[in-house]
């Protein structure tokens, strides 16, 4: 009864909703335009010089082989780096979620599957870690990794491990309560089976847990891989403007500060920034959406 | 060794390095950041003397980092508003019946892949070169000029490019929400005669509360903690005058702290004013987990 009434009202409403439907589109597509206006900026402007630029800055690129002159200007300098800031954004990324992700899922299911108090205690202290911001603890961790470093001889500030440590640190909070909400719904009794079949812990968690909790593993990987890949603070701190090792951030950054705004070739590295992640995002988009979302859910 | 006590070595093994990272990165500076800030610390392995609570006093009588402060606070308002608007907005329009829905939810989201110091120079291009232009083509004597350069325009600048960049990201969480509601619900509101804006106001938006909730959260501390679009759209500029002085103002805490400790080269002080960031935010948290419990209770 219910369900027909809907259909006769469906019909009937039929002329209006189809007007609210156009109406809705437009304004959708227009919205749209406009939010993806600044890449439409982006690209134009990288395919212009700067005399044209000065001249007019509203208008359409009269040559459009001017990118590739751009590009090349932009590639080869010094102050920009292109491949070599990709090579470093890359290893610091991918080698800090490694250790994230697989160490805080070793530790929160650990956490969960210990009822002791001392477990407890250690869930409560990660998740109360979770409001102290970066600001805090930012310039003592400077002078800390220089003590640390000297003291151990493996320099911690100006180095790989140093900043992939620092990223261990500040990311696993958030991933063992990621990781511990998922596992506390996972059953135990594969687990006892394994422990009967005379599995090692070690085995179980790597052989039985591991694959079980995969699902949670892209929210994690998202999450702090947007993170870290984008970041600026940390890596200005732990790597220094000049130092040997620039992340994109810091190449962009240091590549505005060292001209007076020539607004084409600022255009070009920031176009080119922005390709690495665009292009994964177009392969692993439902991935990074739902990763998102999860991760802000929990 | 029994497999008991090699059960256990295992465990610990398995804790250890998200622990030793823990105190490392965490712990040990936070510790250090505290007893710094009542000293007169400098940075450098020079002594320190306690100064007990000299830094705090100066820092709340120091115009620059109470107008920083007001600044920050004042963003904090505006774009919680912004972003929450303009996410809950398209939400709505995505999740409508229209066409490319999911092109659409897919491309809202884009400009949140990119960093705030790409985006926040992408955005300086705009304000300072494309809408001049605009402006001066229109006769509009607001637009002809840098929005960035006005000290009266400047924070909603700031505000334009953050929900541009974060509203993608708020849209997926009302998205997720909105999907969760049964249609059987809108149907027999549409069947008793509701229309289109009171099945939202009355039906959809309450049943969102939790979403709403988990944004505005995540928007508020977002905002506050804001310091990479600050760098590279104004870097704090321009100058505007606070109590007599002169003060940065697009200055938002972030960026106050950080020059404090190195363009002023007062470490002690800008370990202060984190710390006071830091009790701010636990402040937000505090709430934020009360309020949860108590509908928790409610539900």
Redesign the interface.
């Known amino acids: 009864m219910?369900k027909q009434?809907?259909v006769i009202?469906r019909m009937a409403g039929s002329k209006p909703?189809k007007g609210?439907?156009i109406a809705?589109?437009i304004?959708?597509l227009l919205?749209?335009i406009l939010?993806?206006m600044?890449?439409l900026?982006?690209v134009l402007?990288s395919m212009r010089t700067n005399a044209e630029?000065i001249n007019?800055?509203?208008g359409l690129p009269q040559n459009v082989g001017q990118l590739w002159t751009n590009i090349s200007d932009v590639w080869n300098n010094p102050n920009f780096n292109f491949l070599s800031a990709l090579k470093d954004s890359v290893i610091i990324t991918v080698l800090s979620l490694a250790?994230i992700s697989i160490?805080?899922s070793?530790?929160a299911?650990?956490?969960v599957r210990?009822k002791t108090k001392w477990s407890r205690f250690?869930f409560m202290?990660?998740v109360a870690?979770m409001?102290?911001?970066?600001?805090?603890?930012?310039?003592?961790?400077?002078?800390?990794f220089k003590t640390?470093g000297d003291f151990i001889h493996i320099p911690l500030l100006r180095s790989y491990q140093g900043i992939i440590?620092?990223y261990?640190?500040?990311g696993?909070?958030m991933s063992?309560f990621i990781f511990h909400g998922f596992i506390k719904g996972v059953p135990l009794e594969l687990e006892e089976a394994a422990d009967i079949d005379g599995c090692?812990?070690?085995g179980t968690?790597f052989r039985i847990v591991l694959p079980l909790i995969q699902p949670v593993f892209v929210t994690v990987l998202v999450l702090n891989g947007?993170w870290i890949?984008?970041?600026?603070?940390l890596p200005l701190l732990l790597l220094g403007s000049s130092g040997t090792i620039r992340t994109?951030?810091l190449a962009?950054?240091g590549f505005?500060g060292a001209y007076v705004k020539q607004?084409n070739l600022?255009?070009v590295s920031?176009l080119l920034?922005?390709l690495p992640?665009?292009i994964l995002?177009l392969f692993a988009?439902k991935y990074?959406?739902q990763g998102?979302?999860d991760g802000?859910?929990k | 060794m029994t497999s008991k006590q090699?059960?256990k070595l295992?465990?610990a093994l398995?804790?250890l390095?998200?622990?030793l990272?823990?105190v490392?990165?965490?712990?040990?500076?936070?510790i250090?950041?505290i007893y710094?800030s009542f000293t007169n610390w400098q940075?450098?392995g020079a002594a320190t003397a306690w100064v007990g609570l000299d830094n705090y006093k100066a820092i709340f009588q120091e115009p620059a980092f109470l107008h920083s402060f007001l600044v920050t606070l004042l963003f904090t308002v505006l774009n919680v508003i912004s972003v929450n608007v303009v996410a809950f907005v398209?939400s709505l329009?995505?999740t409508?019946?229209?066409?490319g829905r999911n092109v659409?939810?897919?491309?809202?989201?884009?400009?949140?892949?990119?960093?705030?110091?790409?985006?926040g120079?992408?955005?300086q291009?705009?304000f300072s070169?494309?809408l001049?232009?605009?402006g001066t083509a229109i006769g509009s004597k607001l637009l002809s000029k840098s929005l960035i350069s006005n000290k009266d325009t400047v924070m909603a600048t700031m505000v334009i490019v953050n929900t541009?960049q974060y509203a993608?990201?708020i849209m997926?969480?009302y998205v997720?929400s909105i999907q969760g509601i049964s249609k059987s619900v809108l149907?027999?509101a549409?069947?008793d005669g509701a229309t289109?804006w009171k099945r939202i106001t009355r039906i959809q938006i309450p049943l969102m509360a939790n979403a709403f909730t988990?944004s505005l959260f995540?928007t508020l501390t977002n905002s506050f903690?804001m310091?990479?679009v600050n760098?590279?759209l104004t870097n704090g500029g321009p100058t505007a005058v606070f109590m007599r002085k002169p003060v940065q103002a697009s200055e938002l805490l972030?960026l106050n702290?950080?020059q404090t400790?190195f363009k002023y080269n007062n470490?002690a002080q800008?370990?202060a004013k984190?710390?006071i960031?830091?009790v701010v935010?636990?402040i937000f948290?505090i709430i934020q987990v009360s309020y949860n419990k108590s509908k928790e209770i409610e539900a």
């Open positions: 219910a009434a809907v009202e909703h609210r439907k809705l589109e304004v959708t919205l749209f939010f993806m600044p890449f900026i982006v402007n630029i007019e800055p509203v250790v160490f805080s070793m530790a299911w650990v956490l210990n250690l202290m990660y870690a409001v102290i911001p970066f600001q805090v603890v930012m310039f003592p961790l400077i002078t800390w640390v440590f620092a261990l640190g500040f696993e909070a063992i090692s812990r070690a968690f947007l890949w984008n970041d600026y603070l994109i951030p962009v950054q505005n607004w600022i255009m920031t920034a922005m992640i665009i995002y988009q990074i959406v998102m979302v802000s859910i | 090699k059960r295992t465990e398995f804790l390095p998200t622990l990272a823990f490392m990165v965490i712990i040990i500076p936070f250090y950041g710094y940075g450098t398209i329009l995505v409508s019946e229209i066409r659409y939810r897919a491309g809202f989201f884009v400009p949140n892949l990119i960093g705030g110091i790409v985006l120079l992408v955005w291009f705009i070169n494309i001049p232009q605009i541009w993608g990201y997926l969480i997720a149907e027999a549409e069947v289109y988990i995540l903690k310091y990479d760098v590279a972030a702290i950080y400790a470490m800008g370990q984190a710390v960031f830091f935010l636990t948290s």
